[in-house]
């Protein structure tokens, strides 16, 4: 089994800034790629950014130029570097990874179990 566990989330001042984690651990054999996606309430989860293994990025056009996505393959971790944060970033955030276990099984896409970002004065 997989874990995927954020951390780093909290009530922030507009412009200000936070940094998430999200450590995967258990039985991986690889990573593909991981990410990070958000839901504000009533709204759709969607998509802030994704990152290879290669360490390729890509972000929505709403945070692109403030926040920044990076990973460290030798501890299984992406983080969500979140700069110039506005009431509209306020969301629950995910972290997914597309996880291979086995070197001839497919791989299978996990998630975190969220952590909450509150931008407010």
């Known amino acids: 089994q997989v874990q995927l566990v954020e951390s780093g989330g909290g009530l922030v001042q507009p412009g200000g800034t936070l940094r998430l984690s999200c450590a995967a651990s258990g039985s991986i054999f690889s990573i593909n790629a991981m990410g990070w996606y958000r839901q504000a309430p009533g709204k759709q989860r969607e998509l802030v950014a994704t990152?290879?293994?290669?360490?390729?990025?890509n972000y929505a056009d709403s945070v692109k130029g403030r926040f920044t996505i990076s990973r460290d393959n030798t501890k299984n971790t992406v983080y969500l570097e979140m700069n110039s944060l506005k009431p509209e970033d306020t969301a629950v955030y995910y972290c997914?990874?597309?996880?291979?276990?086995?070197?001839?099984?497919?791989?299978?896409?996990?998630w975190g179990q969220g952590t909450q970002v509150t931008v407010s004065s």
């Open positions: 990152i290879t293994s290669g360490g390729n990025p």
């Open positions: 997914n990874a597309d996880v291979r276990v086995l070197p001839w099984r497919r791989t299978t896409i996990y």
